[in-house]
């Protein structure tokens, strides 16, 4: 550490030289990530509030009493009704909160285990590992949708949750929801859904002719559902959320806290002290935008999928995978094409994308701040590189 601190201009300019080789959003090549910039409002917002501290909400009384607004909008967009659920780090911390609650309702259970598609992310495995839970993978069939039977067949007396994916991190693609409820009705099986991408999408779908599989509260097992303000969302790095149906499980399954100066109270977080900045960010977005304001958002980014579609389609070498449901596109190399060479050539030039060697393809995610003309640029790149 420095035993005399220097100016500000000065560390602005190391800043500026240390941090030079970072990607940016609006460069147009991060194209896989699901993250973007935060809706400029909202960063306002953010740093207007960020001192406010939600791991003691009896201190911030306001910005609790909004969180809690704030969930109840989004639980009710999700079809529910007095819906309850917070504000996380992120859909990790929401999909660990999901798992723990599954496993507490169960303390019948000696070894629990949970069934999950072999798509779901890697948040689950960090919440077995953590929570020493055995994860069940069920299989997808050819067209790389859930395999439903194989699914059924992991279900025993041990399971004590079931998990679908509402936009699954390597395609972007709905499991059957409703399906999946019908195979633990009435079974005391904690159900969750993961929707951490597609949470901000899927709503606005409807509005603009696009037709998906019902995913939400409007399916009646659906217990509780990840969605992250920090992806679809616009908000603020880092945002999460977690939303339960039923509001006894906080009292069942919470963590008391009962030093904090602000007083007693219940929880379901991994984390402690926690930003309140965020959730009044995103507050703030929701307001500001509005349902047409997200509308244009995702008919911008869905318009913007079908170009990159239509454009791999000219393309000898490549393909895509599926039609996508939402903006997330996988590309998978033809026959004579090798995926980490493409992978690694397009990283040569600068173009980011997600590669899972486990469904062999490359992924777009074609977030709002991925336009048009990166588009036909990556596609000029992406014909160079397959020669
Ligand atoms: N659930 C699903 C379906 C996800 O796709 C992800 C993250 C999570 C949960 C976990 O969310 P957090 O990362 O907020 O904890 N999927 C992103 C992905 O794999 C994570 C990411 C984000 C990766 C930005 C790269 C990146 O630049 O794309």
Request: charged share 25%.
């Amino acid at each position: 550490m420095l035993k005399k601190g220097i100016s500000k201009e000065e560390i602005i300019d190391i800043l500026e030289k240390k941090l030079s080789n970072d990607f940016e959003y609006d460069s147009g090549s991060i194209l896989g990530s699901m993250c973007t910039n935060a809706f400029d409002f909202g960063k306002e917002i953010y740093y207007k509030y960020l001192n406010k501290n939600l791991g003691d909400p009896g201190l911030f009384p306001g910005t609790a009493e909004l969180e809690k607004e704030l969930v109840s909008e989004i639980g009710a967009l999700f079809k529910g009704k007095d819906i309850i659920g917070s504000f996380t780090t992120g859909g990790s911390e929401s999909n660990l909160i999901a798992v723990r609650i599954a496993k507490k309702l169960r303390p019948d259970i000696k070894n629990p285990e949970i069934v999950l598609p072999i798509t779901a992310h890697i948040s689950f495995d960090k919440a077995a590992d953590l929570m020493n839970i055995r994860l069940r993978k069920a299989r997808l069939n050819k067209n790389f949708q859930l395999d439903l039977e194989h699914f059924e067949s992991l279900i025993n007396k041990n399971t004590c949750g079931v998990i679908g994916i509402a936009g699954t991190t390597s395609l972007g693609l709905v499991d059957p929801i409703e399906a999946i409820g019908d195979l633990i009705k009435d079974k005391n099986i904690f159900f969750h859904v993961d929707a951490a991408f597609g949470g901000f999408v899927l709503p606005f779908l409807d509005d603009l002719g696009y037709s998906y599989p019902k995913w939400d509260f409007s399916v009646n097992e659906v217990d509780s559902i990840t969605a992250d303000p920090h992806k679809m969302g616009m908000g603020i790095i880092p945002s999460g959320g977690i939303f339960i149906r039923n509001e006894k499980i906080l009292h069942r399954t919470g963590f008391e806290i009962p030093y904090l100066a602000g007083g007693n109270f219940k929880h379901l977080h991994i984390v402690g002290t926690r930003t309140g900045g965020t959730v009044i960010a995103f507050w703030a977005i929701l307001k500001n935008l509005g349902r047409n304001g997200f509308i244009k958002i995702v008919k911008t980014c869905m318009e913007n999928t079908q170009y990159l579609v239509d454009k791999i389609d000219e393309i000898e070498g490549i393909k895509t995978v599926v039609n996508p449901v939402m903006n997330v596109v996988g590309m998978t190399p033809e026959r004579g094409y090798n995926l980490c060479e493409i992978d690694q050539k397009l990283k040569n030039l600068n173009w980011m994308l997600g590669k899972f060697d486990d469904f062999n393809l490359i992924r777009a995610v074609i977030m709002p701040h991925v336009r048009r003309p990166h588009i036909t640029k990556f596609i000029e790149d992406l014909k160079l590189v397959l020669g």
